[in-house]
Nanobody
């Protein structure tokens, strides 16, 4: 299973980006999926998760600004990020639970700066 994250970039404070994570390979069923981020000098942290049936969970720091979603038919997960702040700057990683294995994507850089 391969995960390809995309959609990162440079954006001004208050701006928006839509990240995508596409899964490919020998996929039977993808269970939970999630977005994590890692800023320079910091540990990787949870941003949001979504179950196969659409139940979502968010870190307090992004509640009300970020929205996670998925299209099971396309094996793709999204993260709509709005009202971005400089502290959201990080490499964003996606993961997917397939059977008993957790797969990770390569990450996409999000930089929020004026």
């Amino acid at each position: 299973v391969q995960l390809q994250a995309s959609g990162g970039g440079l954006v001004q404070p208050g701006g928006s980006l839509r990240l995508a994570c596409a899964a490919s390979g020998s996929i039977f069923t993808i269970n939970d999926m999630g977005w994590y981020r890692q800023a320079p000098g910091k540990q990787r942290e949870l941003v949001a998760t979504i179950t196969m049936h659409g139940t979502t969970n968010y870190a307090d720091s992004v509640k009300g600004r970020f929205t996670i979603s998925r299209d099971n038919a396309k094996n793709t997960m999204y993260l709509q990020t709005n009202n971005l702040k400089p502290e959201d700057t990080a490499v964003y990683y996606c993961n997917a639970h397939v059977v008993l294995t957790i797969y990770w994507g390569q990450g996409t850089q999000v930089t929020v700066s004026s």
